[in-house]
């Protein structure tokens, strides 16, 4: 080989190499923690599932998968870290559809849940449960909008804050019953339940994963699921469409992100280790406790289709049922 053919050789793999970084990152990937910041409060749903996904994670990749809680604005201010983080799959976000719910409640959005992100691995999810505090007197659905016409504005309700899915599920039903509450918002699922047991509020519609242990304990009534079908979990409880026809379906959904622009070969790289993880029967234990479903998506391509039609799908429910937001 001539010294031409060398360095027309020679800078044709400089060229490769520069053209595919993600490929040389993604071959050592990871190398170093990744924090997995989740915007909920500890002991939510999302939390309990990122944290027990993590731990297996981190054995996989060989590497601590650090959760860190930033609950706050119906998931935003988590949300928004997530958004302005390097995209080199060092941070990872475990969003829900709290974040394609909230965005769509600001008159300036600050993020793009389809455009800032990228879906990594889908989890599953669940109902949201109508419940009131075991010791009211309320016992149907039926009852609970009976109660709220008879006082209208006066009975309250808790939310995991503006815009979370609790919020929209909540004020959906008052929508079609034709009644009022008191918004109360809150950090999270966690302190909706807390709201109800210490008579801070009268009803709610947590999802079914945060509010299960209460109601296997006796402490909440489950009213109506939100669910097409109902829950295996609670089979005596009725679905929304049984106890106050229509009724609605709403169901909640959670799973990983990352930073737009994380290269792709380290997306499928979490994408397979979450899966498998997924797909093993290692967190079978934890979905029965909570009343949840697994259900990870074939590829990130499928999750990403996924969140973007969801995008969309409540960005026209919020706008149908003219849900608005003080202060936006």
């Not at 008159?107 to 889908?122: E, G, I, K, M, R």
């Not at 109360?184 to 994963?209: E, H, K, N």
């Not at 999750?303 to 937001?325: C, P, S, T, W, Y």
Request: glycine share 10%; charged share 15%; net charge positive.
């Amino acid at each position: 080989m001539d010294k031409r053919q060398f360095l027309q050789t020679a800078g044709a793999a400089a060229a490769a190499c520069m053209a595919t970084p993600a490929l040389w990152a993604a071959g050592s990937y990871p190398q170093r923690p990744i924090r997995l910041l989740v915007p909920f409060q500890a002991g939510s749903s999302p939390d309990t599932w990122g944290r027990a996904i993590g731990s297996i994670l981190s054995t996989r990749l060989g590497q601590p998968v650090v959760v860190e809680n930033m609950p706050g604005a119906g998931g935003t201010i988590g949300t928004v870290a997530l958004k302005r983080a390097a995209p080199d799959g060092y941070t990872l976000g475990l969003l829900a559809n709290t974040q394609a719910i909230t965005v769509h409640t600001f008159q300036t959005p600050p993020y793009d849940l389809t455009a800032d992100f990228v879906a990594v691995a889908s989890i599953g999810g669940g109902a949201s449960l109508l419940t009131v505090p075991a010791t009211s007197p309320i016992r149907t659905a039926k009852d609970l909008i009976a109660a709220l016409k008879a006082k209208p504005g006066e009975l309250a309700y808790g939310s995991g804050g503006n815009g979370s899915i609790a919020h929209l599920a909540t004020e959906q039903l008052l929508s079609d019953a034709g009644a009022t509450a008191l918004h109360v918002p809150y950090r999270g699922a966690p302190d909706i339940i807390t709201s109800q047991l210490s008579g801070q509020t009268q009803f709610g519609m947590p999802i079914l994963g945060s509010s299960m242990l209460f109601v296997r304990s006796g402490k909440l009534r489950p009213l109506a699921i939100s669910s097409e079908k109902r829950s295996a979990f609670l089979p005596g409880v009725p679905t929304l469409a049984e106890a106050l026809p229509p009724g609605f379906t709403l169901s909640s959904w959670s799973g990983f992100f990352a930073p737009a622009r994380t290269p792709a070969p380290i997306v499928d790289r979490l994408h397979s280790e979450i899966r498998a993880i997924l797909r093993s029967n290692q967190l079978d234990e934890l979905a029965h406790s909570m009343g949840s479903d697994i259900q990870p998506m074939d590829s990130p391509a499928q999750f990403q289709q996924f969140v973007n039609a969801e995008d969309k799908r409540f960005a026209a429910q919020i706008k149908n049922i003219g849900l608005k937001v003080d202060g936006r």
